[in-house]
């Protein structure tokens, strides 16, 4: 009698414990109505389909999985600068930001070569968890630059097992699987997206990173020399616009030769 009294509670109880949380770079969709999209491995006791989830689930791991692959590979220079290994990278690229300019000011040398860092004096230790952090994440990039076509391929087998579901199953199974295999291209579409994007996120954090090491020095020049084209034809535009009489002595002076002579003068160092 105790114990009936009692079931109800249980199972309200239950109903309240919280699910396992998501990645937030998961692509899963807990309430979704297919294994696939719920990002749980499906099958079917058929080697062919079988083979075929298996790599979805496969693919969709790993990209649900480069925000913990960085965090653990930066877990040493977030620490090395400060921070707590669950930092953001935007908190990590300004902590190293600071600290190598504060290194520098004490006569230490900081410096980055594509996934090398050179440090001198106090920054040595830094050096060693830079490079580090900038080899794992030319890793990860590399990884994430393979599955674009991975997922291409995937893709390319599921209309061949679309076609042979109604052979290869009885009628009770037939929807449930092609149900399986429609998530299935939908999840490889969102992994060659999220995988792209993940790749540029990696790209620009390796850029950040360098640019906070060597002080924010390299990046202007380049930007300097691309802006210079522009300029030069933004001033035969300027001398069209104005049609009034007053803007003939106005217009005279854009031709000029000495306009350009400066321009040459503020590349040249």
Same mark, same amino acid.
């Given at each position: 009698?105790?114990?009936?009294?009692?079931?109800?509670?249980?199972?309200?109880?239950?109903?309240?414990?919280?699910?396992?949380?998501? +990645?937030?770079?998961?692509?899963?969709?807990?309430?979704?109505?297919? =294994?696939? &999209?719920?990002?749980?491995? =499906?099958?079917?006791?058929?080697? #062919? =389909?079988?083979?075929?989830?298996?790599?979805?689930? /496969?693919?969709? #791991?790993?990209?649900?999985?480069?925000?913990?692959?960085?965090?653990?590979?930066?877990?040493? @220079?977030?620490? &090395?600068?400060?921070?707590?290994?669950?930092?953001?990278?935007?908190?990590?690229?300004?902590?190293?930001?600071?600290?190598?300019? #504060?290194? /520098?000011?004490?006569?230490?040398?900081?410096?980055?070569?594509?996934?090398?860092?050179?440090?001198?004096?106090?920054?040595?230790?830094?050096?060693?968890?830079?490079?580090?952090?900038?080899?794992?994440? *030319?890793?990860?990039?590399?990884? @994430?630059?393979?599955?674009?076509? +991975?997922?291409?391929?995937?893709?390319?087998?599921?209309p061949a097992l679309e076609g042979a579901v109604d +052979?290869?199953?009885?009628?009770?199974?037939?929807?449930?699987?092609?149900?399986?295999?429609?998530?299935?291209?939908?999840?490889? !579409? *969102?992994? +060659?997206?999220?995988?792209r994007e993940q790749a540029t996120e990696s790209e620009?954090?390796?850029? !950040?990173?360098?640019?906070?090491?060597?002080g924010g020095a390299a990046p202007p020049a380049p930007?300097?020399?691309? /802006?210079?084209?522009?300029?030069?034809? %933004?001033?035969?535009?300027?001398?069209?616009?104005?049609?009034?009489?007053?803007?003939?002595? #106005?217009?005279?002076?854009?031709? %000029?030769?000495?306009?350009?002579?400066? /321009?040459? !003068? !503020?590349?040249?160092?």
């Amino acid at each position: 009698m105790g114990r009936n009294a009692l079931l109800p509670l249980i199972v309200a109880l239950s109903a309240c414990v919280p699910l396992q949380p998501q +990645r937030r770079d998961s692509l899963a969709q807990p309430n979704a109505s297919t =294994y696939v &999209e719920r990002g749980v491995r =499906y099958e079917t006791g058929r080697p #062919a =389909y079988d083979e075929l989830f298996s790599q979805v689930h /496969k693919l969709h #791991a790993e990209v649900s999985s480069v925000e913990d692959d960085r965090r653990a590979a930066r877990q040493g @220079l977030a620490i &090395e600068v400060g921070l707590l290994p669950s930092s953001a990278s935007s908190e990590v690229v300004r902590a190293l930001g600071d600290r190598a300019a #504060a290194l /520098k000011k004490r006569g230490a040398t900081l410096s980055v070569s594509g996934t090398t860092a050179h440090g001198t004096g106090d920054a040595a230790s830094l050096a060693q968890a830079l490079s580090t952090a900038l080899a794992s994440e *030319r890793a990860i990039h590399e990884s @994430l630059s393979r599955v674009p076509e +991975r997922a291409s391929s995937v893709s390319r087998m599921i209309p061949a097992l679309e076609g042979a579901v109604d +052979r290869d199953f009885d009628a009770a199974h037939r929807a449930h699987v092609k149900d399986e295999l429609a998530a299935a291209r939908r999840m490889m !579409d *969102r992994v +060659r997206e999220r995988a792209r994007e993940q790749a540029t996120e990696s790209e620009r954090f390796t850029s !950040d990173l360098a640019r906070a090491a060597n002080g924010g020095a390299a990046p202007p020049a380049p930007a300097a020399a691309t /802006k210079s084209p522009p300029a030069a034809t %933004a001033r035969p535009a300027a001398t069209t616009t104005p049609p009034g009489t007053a803007t003939p002595p #106005a217009t005279a002076a854009p031709p %000029a030769t000495a306009a350009p002579p400066p /321009k040459p !003068d !503020d590349f040249n160092p």
